[in-house]
Protein backbone atom coordinates (compact mmCIF):
# COMPACT_ATOMS: atom_id res chain seq x y z
CA UNK A 1 0.00 0.00 0.00
CA UNK A 2 1.72 3.46 -0.91
CA UNK A 3 0.36 7.01 0.53
CA UNK A 4 1.13 9.76 0.55
CA UNK A 5 3.78 11.10 3.68
CA UNK A 6 2.35 14.74 3.04
CA UNK A 7 -0.96 15.99 2.76
CA UNK A 8 -2.31 18.59 0.34
CA UNK A 9 -4.58 20.57 2.35
CA UNK A 10 -3.10 20.50 5.93
CA UNK A 11 -4.06 21.72 9.20
CA UNK A 12 -3.35 25.60 8.28
CA UNK A 13 -5.66 25.47 6.00
CA UNK A 14 -8.67 24.00 7.79
CA UNK A 15 -7.45 26.16 10.85
CA UNK A 16 -7.90 29.55 7.78
CA UNK A 17 -11.38 27.95 6.77
CA UNK A 18 -12.41 27.46 10.28
CA UNK A 19 -11.37 31.08 11.33
CA UNK A 20 -13.28 32.21 7.88
CA UNK A 21 -16.23 29.98 8.19
CA UNK A 22 -17.30 29.99 11.99
CA UNK A 23 -18.34 26.67 13.32
CA UNK A 24 -21.31 25.51 11.28
CA UNK A 25 -19.38 23.59 8.23
CA UNK A 26 -18.90 19.87 8.94
CA UNK A 27 -14.83 19.25 8.09
CA UNK A 28 -14.01 15.57 7.47
CA UNK A 29 -10.68 15.54 7.09
CA UNK A 30 -10.04 12.02 4.56
CA UNK A 31 -6.52 11.55 5.71
CA UNK A 32 -4.39 9.78 2.47
CA UNK A 33 -0.97 9.77 4.45
CA UNK A 34 1.46 6.88 5.42
CA UNK A 35 1.40 8.16 9.28
CA UNK A 36 -2.17 9.33 9.88
CA UNK A 37 -1.51 9.24 13.59
CA UNK A 38 0.82 12.19 13.68
CA UNK A 39 -1.79 14.23 11.89
CA UNK A 40 -4.77 14.00 14.75
CA UNK A 41 -3.45 16.40 17.24
CA UNK A 42 -2.95 19.34 14.97
CA UNK A 43 -6.27 19.05 12.71
CA UNK A 44 -8.18 18.73 15.93
CA UNK A 45 -6.51 22.13 17.27
CA UNK A 46 -7.12 23.45 13.51
CA UNK A 47 -11.33 22.53 13.87
CA UNK A 48 -11.49 19.31 12.08
CA UNK A 49 -14.89 17.97 12.94
CA UNK A 50 -14.10 13.87 11.76
CA UNK A 51 -10.77 12.36 10.83
CA UNK A 52 -10.78 9.65 9.02
CA UNK A 53 -7.99 7.33 7.93
CA UNK A 54 -7.36 4.40 5.84
CA UNK A 55 -7.35 1.00 7.43
CA UNK A 56 -4.50 0.23 5.67
CA UNK A 57 -2.24 3.07 6.73
CA UNK A 58 -2.16 1.76 10.17
CA UNK A 59 -0.85 -0.94 12.26
CA UNK A 60 -3.09 -0.10 15.16
CA UNK A 61 -6.57 1.23 14.37
CA UNK A 62 -7.72 0.71 17.77
CA UNK A 63 -5.63 2.66 19.70
CA UNK A 64 -5.68 5.76 16.30
CA UNK A 65 -9.41 5.17 17.51
CA UNK A 66 -9.50 6.11 20.60
CA UNK A 67 -6.51 8.88 19.50
CA UNK A 68 -8.70 10.45 17.28
CA UNK A 69 -12.32 10.20 20.20
CA UNK A 70 -9.64 11.64 23.01
CA UNK A 71 -8.53 14.03 20.83
CA UNK A 72 -12.98 15.87 20.79
CA UNK A 73 -13.31 14.23 17.06
CA UNK A 74 -15.80 11.51 15.10
CA UNK A 75 -14.03 8.43 13.52
CA UNK A 76 -14.13 7.44 9.81
CA UNK A 77 -12.67 4.27 8.32
CA UNK A 78 -12.05 4.38 4.66
CA UNK A 79 -10.84 1.07 2.76
CA UNK A 80 -9.34 1.23 -0.81
CA UNK A 81 -10.81 -1.26 -3.73
CA UNK A 82 -8.34 -3.97 -2.94
CA UNK A 83 -9.13 -4.20 0.30
CA UNK A 84 -12.15 -6.65 1.65
CA UNK A 85 -15.09 -5.19 3.57
CA UNK A 86 -14.91 -7.79 6.54
CA UNK A 87 -11.16 -5.99 7.20
CA UNK A 88 -13.59 -2.68 8.68
CA UNK A 89 -15.97 -5.04 9.97
CA UNK A 90 -14.24 -5.46 13.88
CA UNK A 91 -14.53 -1.63 13.53
CA UNK A 92 -17.40 -1.03 12.57
CA UNK A 93 -19.00 0.04 15.80
CA UNK A 94 -16.53 2.25 17.35
CA UNK A 95 -16.57 4.57 14.06
CA UNK A 96 -19.28 7.07 13.05
CA UNK A 97 -18.41 6.64 9.29
CA UNK A 98 -17.04 3.70 7.09
CA UNK A 99 -15.71 5.17 3.69
CA UNK A 100 -15.62 3.07 0.57
CA UNK A 101 -13.41 4.08 -2.09
CA UNK A 102 -14.72 3.87 -5.95
CA UNK A 103 -11.78 4.48 -7.45
CA UNK A 104 -7.91 4.37 -6.51
CA UNK A 105 -7.00 7.53 -4.33
CA UNK A 106 -4.82 9.39 -5.84
CA UNK A 107 -5.89 11.78 -8.77
CA UNK A 108 -9.53 12.67 -9.31
CA UNK A 109 -11.27 12.54 -12.33
CA UNK A 110 -11.13 7.92 -12.45
CA UNK A 111 -13.99 6.05 -13.41
CA UNK A 112 -16.35 4.58 -11.08
CA UNK A 113 -16.03 1.13 -10.00
CA UNK A 114 -19.30 0.15 -9.75
CA UNK A 115 -18.07 -3.49 -7.99
CA UNK A 116 -17.53 -1.68 -4.84
CA UNK A 117 -21.02 -1.63 -4.47
CA UNK A 118 -21.66 -4.91 -2.89
CA UNK A 119 -19.37 -3.69 0.12
CA UNK A 120 -21.67 -0.51 0.41
CA UNK A 121 -24.65 -2.84 0.59
CA UNK A 122 -22.90 -5.35 2.79
CA UNK A 123 -22.52 -2.48 5.80
CA UNK A 124 -25.73 -0.72 5.06
CA UNK A 125 -27.19 -4.17 6.09
CA UNK A 126 -24.70 -5.51 8.66
CA UNK A 127 -24.81 -1.89 10.47
CA UNK A 128 -27.94 0.01 9.39
CA UNK A 129 -27.06 3.16 11.49
CA UNK A 130 -23.74 3.90 10.34
CA UNK A 131 -22.60 6.38 8.07
CA UNK A 132 -21.42 4.96 4.67
CA UNK A 133 -19.40 7.26 2.33
CA UNK A 134 -18.35 6.83 -1.18
CA UNK A 135 -15.68 8.32 -2.57
CA UNK A 136 -13.81 8.19 -6.54
CA UNK A 137 -16.43 8.99 -9.66
CA UNK A 138 -19.70 9.84 -8.56
CA UNK A 139 -21.97 12.05 -9.82
CA UNK A 140 -25.30 12.09 -11.86
CA UNK A 141 -24.74 9.13 -13.44
CA UNK A 142 -23.75 7.31 -10.68
CA UNK A 143 -25.12 8.49 -7.65
CA UNK A 144 -28.44 6.34 -7.48
CA UNK A 145 -26.43 3.01 -7.76
CA UNK A 146 -24.74 4.53 -4.38
CA UNK A 147 -27.42 5.24 -2.42
CA UNK A 148 -29.71 2.32 -3.56
CA UNK A 149 -26.43 0.06 -1.73
CA UNK A 150 -26.93 2.45 1.31
CA UNK A 151 -24.35 5.16 0.81
CA UNK A 152 -25.54 7.88 2.77
CA UNK A 153 -22.39 10.29 1.97
CA UNK A 154 -20.98 11.13 -1.25
CA UNK A 155 -17.83 12.66 -1.82
CA UNK A 156 -18.11 14.15 -5.75
CA UNK A 157 -15.70 16.36 -7.08
CA UNK A 158 -15.04 16.52 -10.88
CA UNK A 159 -18.81 16.28 -11.06
CA UNK A 160 -19.12 19.12 -9.73
CA UNK A 161 -16.44 21.13 -10.67
CA UNK A 162 -16.15 20.78 -14.14
CA UNK A 163 -20.51 20.98 -13.88
CA UNK A 164 -22.01 24.81 -15.89
CA UNK A 165 -24.44 24.40 -12.93
CA UNK A 166 -22.64 22.94 -9.95
CA UNK A 167 -25.50 23.65 -6.88
CA UNK A 168 -27.74 22.08 -9.31
CA UNK A 169 -25.54 18.92 -9.35
CA UNK A 170 -25.12 19.24 -5.16
CA UNK A 171 -28.70 19.08 -5.38
CA UNK A 172 -28.90 16.49 -7.29
CA UNK A 173 -26.59 14.09 -5.31
CA UNK A 174 -28.40 15.38 -1.90
CA UNK A 175 -31.74 14.65 -3.00
CA UNK A 176 -31.02 11.09 -4.57
CA UNK A 177 -29.01 9.80 -1.45
CA UNK A 178 -32.11 11.53 0.89
CA UNK A 179 -34.97 9.53 -1.23
CA UNK A 180 -33.10 6.05 -0.72
CA UNK A 181 -32.51 6.60 2.94
CA UNK A 182 -36.37 6.99 3.20
CA UNK A 183 -36.90 4.16 1.38
CA UNK A 184 -35.01 1.95 3.49
CA UNK A 185 -36.73 3.55 6.24
CA UNK A 186 -40.11 2.59 5.16
CA UNK A 187 -38.80 -1.23 3.91
CA UNK A 188 -37.31 -1.59 7.65
Same mark, same amino acid.
Given at each position: ?????????????????RKQLGQ???FDMHMM??????????????? #? *? &????? !??? +??? %? =???????? @??????????KPGTSV?????? #? *? &????? !??? +??? %? =???????? @???????????????????????????????????? =???????????????????????????????????????
Amino acid at each position: MHFVPNITFGHPVVESLRKQLGQDPFFDMHMMVSKPEQWVKPMAIAG #A *N &QYTFH !LEA +TEN %P =GALIKDIR @ENGMKVGLAIKPGTSVEYLAPW #A *N &QIDMA !LVM +TVE %P =GFGGQKFM @EDMMPKVHWLRTQFPSLDIEVDGGVGPDTVHKCAEA =GANMIVSGSAIMRSEDPRSVINLLRNVCSEAAQKRSLDR
